[in-house]
């Protein structure tokens, strides 16, 4: 079975602080993303990889950076956490190959900035 | 401009009724791609189905069957005899050939009552 692994369920971090969420898959994807879910606007992209030291910006990359050092680790980072950052953060994996291939998803961690 | 929309934000029924779960999308290319996928209250989306825009044919998989009608831009799900596990989000998403990046609906919330 894959298993994608985020590093908390739940995080409280304060205005301004440096924020790693970490995500790890044990099925050797490639591709690798990040996304948060908020109420009524479904799951946004922020960031996705494809390669070691690769990366894209999604759709809302503003105030997030990656990190992608190794195949199977996805950091996700919020250089100064503003309130506006409070969500769920979801992590997903996947093969390469074509679009023949489905996103396996972390159970997410919900940060709370105050 | 690709999108997804999912108009129903909550669905509850009895156990046992039949329920369909609406996704309408919209893209201009001839080849896409459609999924559901299912987030229960662990968190973690677990995927149910892909379609190409090729293939029109319904799809059963025990209580859960899909209709995707291209003439109306719709992938439908239903869940026939519903069962309280069966409460979660369901996501409708589309992606482009050749493209890492799904696009998600809002998601519809359902609650299935014993």
């Known amino acids: 079975d894959v298993k994608v692994t985020q590093s908390s369920r739940y995080l409280v971090k304060r205005t301004g602080e440096k924020v790693f969420l970490e995500c790890v898959q044990d099925?050797?994807?490639?591709?690798m993303f990040w996304y948060r879910q908020d109420p009524g606007l479904g799951l946004r992209l922020i960031y996705f990889?494809?390669?070691?030291?690769?990366?894209e910006k999604g759709d809302i990359p503003e105030g997030y950076s990656v990190s992608r050092e190794k195949k199977e680790r996805f950091s996700l980072i919020l250089e100064s956490a503003s309130t506006n950052q409070t969500s769920m953060y979801l992590c997903a994996s996947s093969f390469l190959s074509g679009v023949l291939y489905e996103q396996y998803f972390g159970p997410g961690t919900r940060l709370t900035v105050t | 401009a690709q999108k997804v929309t999912q108009a129903q934000t909550e669905i509850s029924v009895v156990e046992k009724e039949d329920v369909t779960l609406d996704c309408v999308y919209e893209?201009?290319?001839?080849?896409?791609?459609l999924f559901w996928y299912k987030q229960p209250p662990s968190g973690e989306l677990v995927f149910l189905i892909r379609?190409?825009?090729?293939?029109?044919q319904n799809e059963i998989s025990g209580r859960y069957s899909w209709n995707f009608q291209k003439s109306t831009s719709s992938f439908n799900f239903t869940i026939t005899a519903s069962q309280v596990v069966d409460s979660a989000v369901y996501f409708c998403a589309l992606t482009r050939d050749s493209s890492y990046k799904l696009i998600f609906g809002s998601g519809t919330r359902l609650l299935v009552r014993p």
């Open positions: 893209t201009r290319d001839t080849t896409y791609y």
């Open positions: 099925m050797d994807h490639e591709n």
């Open positions: 990889s494809y390669d070691v030291k690769m990366k």
């Open positions: 379609r190409n825009s090729f293939d029109e």
